[in-house]
């Protein structure tokens, strides 16, 4: 970039992101990034694994003996906006006229995915007493507007600003599940799980969240109001913390034509990462575990038994493969190995930690294959819950190559896959499991020092995608996803489990499923 103001310079330095940077995504823009190779999907016994019921027992033994020994986090990416959640109702308030027709059809509609589906069955949503309340203190009752069939404002008080403004709120601040006696928030449901497996010996529950900063007071409000009950309830102590998305991670926004997109003022037009730049916020953290799983990914306490056993199984799974990992990285940073040693690490590295080596492995000399295997282990672990995909969009768990010819297990997303080519389409038709994000991260090496995450991402990797800004259209770059290209170099290995750990709210009419009605 060459035309740059001193007002641009100062704007850059403000975020703090480096030149080079912006002129690499510049390049990006230019030339767009490729589909992801994949080799062949991930499926039970080539490269996901399966246990019994037995097995997962005694890896929920193995965690909960062995657990105290490190320090625990939950990590709670829950800076999203819930704007996607309302979209039929944002569309419906701007388009309904209020005919005897649209009523009649409203009053009659069956499609659990509709606004009037919604309606019909407000009474039975966690919000139905807030919005109750907020009716009151308009001069009605909620009972009154739905008898006067005023459905777009129900609809608008649910979304408005000056009513529950749940069409501006972030998801971890909507009200989720009923109960007797209480409507949880997103945020509070994590509480919950994060009190039943992932609290130390001390009786300390660590859970980080990550927000946008325009909501923190909000996030604070609502928290300093929990967290002494669920203190009480659980005896214990939360360390709740929170991150922002840093200004570093943005992104240059560009025209058609792949130059720098300025505002109406003449300023650079930069926009937030994505979801992959939280692998900074990530890197930011001193724990040595971490399990990390989206915001709306919960279910009521009936249903949550078999979330905590395997949260606790892949929790155990990864104690014992960072434990045996240490113990062969020690012997391999000696570097005087046993014959029967190295075969041991090399079947170890193939078989638990998944790790595909390849054929001229055979051909390096010794110290070569010690260097080799060094390199291999010594990296992030993480273990990912798989479950079988019953046809909801989104990436799954695949074998892929890069761009250097290094075949690895990836979560991949379905924006990164060549649809049209008939070999690539007829492994992703052939996939048999699909990405809930129910993943446990060991992020120290075996010498207790943390490794700095951003060294393992694959900047081959990224998003391009068309947006507007008053009235112009813009390419927009997000970040390689958190666990798609930022965890690429990760040792990484899947886990199935049960489809009841998957339960997403993407949709408000999602909190109207039999999985989310307590």
């Known amino acids: 970039m060459t035309d740059l103001s001193p007002k641009d310079f100062d704007l850059i330095e403000q975020k703090g992101i480096d030149i080079e940077q912006i002129n690499k995504q510049i390049e990006a823009f230019k030339r767009g990034y490729p589909f992801v190779k994949l080799i062949a999907p991930a499926t039970i016994g080539d490269g996901i694994m399966k246990y019994s019921e037995e097995e997962v027992n005694e890896l929920i033994e193995y965690y909960d003996e062995n657990k105290d020994n490190y320090d ?29 027709e649209e009523i009649s059809v409203l009053e009659g509609d069956t499609d659990p995915n509709s606004v009037g589906f919604l309606l019909q069955n407000l009474h039975k949503m966690a919000f139905y007493e807030d919005l109750s309340e907020m009716a009151k203190t308009k001069g009605t009752s909620l009972e ?19 009513g529950l403004g749940y069409g501006n709120l972030p998801k971890a601040l909507l009200r989720f599940h009923r109960y007797t006696g209480e409507n949880r928030f997103a945020i509070e449901e994590h509480l919950v799980e994060a009190a039943h497996y992932c609290t130390s010996e001390f009786k300390v529950s660590k859970v980080h969240f990550t927000i946008s900063g325009e909501h923190k007071n909000n996030f604070l409000t609502v928290l300093d109001e ?25 992104t240059i926004a560009v025209d058609m034509e792949n130059r720098p997109f300025r505002n109406d003022d003449g300023s650079l037009l930069f926009r937030p990462g994505g979801h992959g730049a939280l692998i900074e916020n990530l890197n930011d953290l001193k724990e040595e575990i971490i399990f990390v799983k989206n ?20 929790g155990g799974l990864l104690l014992q493969l960072l434990e045996k990992t240490f113990e062969y990285l020690d012997i391999l940073d000696a570097g005087f190995l046993e014959s029967h040693e190295l075969d041991e690490i090399i079947s170890f590295a193939r078989h638990n930690l998944m790790i595909n080596i390849p054929a001229s492995f055979d051909g390096l000399s010794e110290m070569e294959k010690i260097d080799y295997l060094y390199g291999q282990l010594n990296r992030p672990v993480r273990v990912c819950g798989m479950v079988k995909n019953e046809g909801e969009p989104g990436g799954g768990p695949f074998w892929v190559e890069n761009s250097e010819g290094v075949v690895s297990l990836q979560i991949v997303e379905s924006s990164q896959m060549d649809l049209k080519n008939e070999k690539q389409a007829a492994i ?27 060294d393992f991402v694959d900047p081959h990797t990224g998003f391009i995608s068309k947006k507007s ?30 489809l009841i750990t998957f339960n997403p709210v993407k949709t408000v009419n999602d909190l109207l499923r039999p999985q989310h009605q307590a």
């Open 72 to 100: 625990l986090l939950k990590f709670v990416p829950a800076s999203g906006a819930a704007s996607r959640m309302f979209k039929h109702l944002f569309e419906f308030v701007q388009t309904y006229k209020a005919t005897s």
């Open 144 to 162: 009154t507007m739905l008898e006067l069939k005023q459905f777009d404002k129900v609809i608008q008080m649910i979304l408005s600003d000056n």
């Open 226 to 250: 929990l967290i002494p009950v669920y203190e009480k309830r659980f005896g214990l102590r939360y360390e709740i913390s929170f991150s922002e998305q840093k200004p570093s991670t943005d």
């Open 295 to 314: 915001i709306d990914n919960i279910v009521p306490d009936s249903l949550r038994s078999e979330t905590y056993r395997y949260k606790k199984a892949i």
């Open 428 to 454: 992703i038709n052939n996939a048999s499991h699909f990405n809930p994000v129910d993943l446990v991260c060991g992020i120290y090496d075996f010498k207790g020092h943390k490794f700095n995450l951003p």
């Open 469 to 498: 800004k008053d009235g112009r259209d813009l390419k927009a770059l997000e970040l390689p996803g958190l666990w798609n290209g930022a965890m690429a170099d990760w040792i990484t290995v899947f886990v199935e489990t049960p």
